[in-house]
């Protein structure tokens, strides 16, 4: 599976629709396999996120937030989204793994309701 976090500076970018870099991650076997930086292209815009993560593969996003609009955008791509995570994205990649990314409800609500992190097992 593909795992993808917006990213800045190693750490969880804190809004979807204007990260200009995510790291894309490669699981198997509960253990990242492979890590990569990739670039959006330029003049991509919240809608064309989701199209952009979904050429790429990813079917989970842990982002800091994010709208409805947004959200709605990667469900129909089939991507899931953990949002209202902060914090170094490796360390989030690595507890997502293991099933314990910690998140702000609160900010995943403000931004959207999330609430599907808690029942995923990578």
Do not use: W
């Amino acid at each position: 599976m593909k795992l993808a976090i917006t990213y800045e500076n190693g750490e969880v970018f804190q809004h979807f629709g204007k990260t200009e870099q995510f790291k894309v991650y490669d699981i198997e076997d509960n253990e990242i396999k492979s890590a990569e930086v990739v670039n959006v292209p330029e003049g991509v815009g919240h809608g064309a996120l989701a199209g952009f993560l979904q050429e790429l593969g990813v079917t989970v996003l842990i982002c800091g937030g994010l709208g409805l609009g947004a959200q709605n955008f990667l469900n129909d791509a089939g991507i899931m989204v953990c949002g209202g995570a902060e914090g170094n994205a490796d360390d989030a990649a690595q507890d997502y793994v293991r099933g314990e990314l910690s998140y702000d409800p609160q900010a995943a609500e403000h931004h959207g309701p999330c609430g599907h992190c808690h029942d995923h097992q990578a």
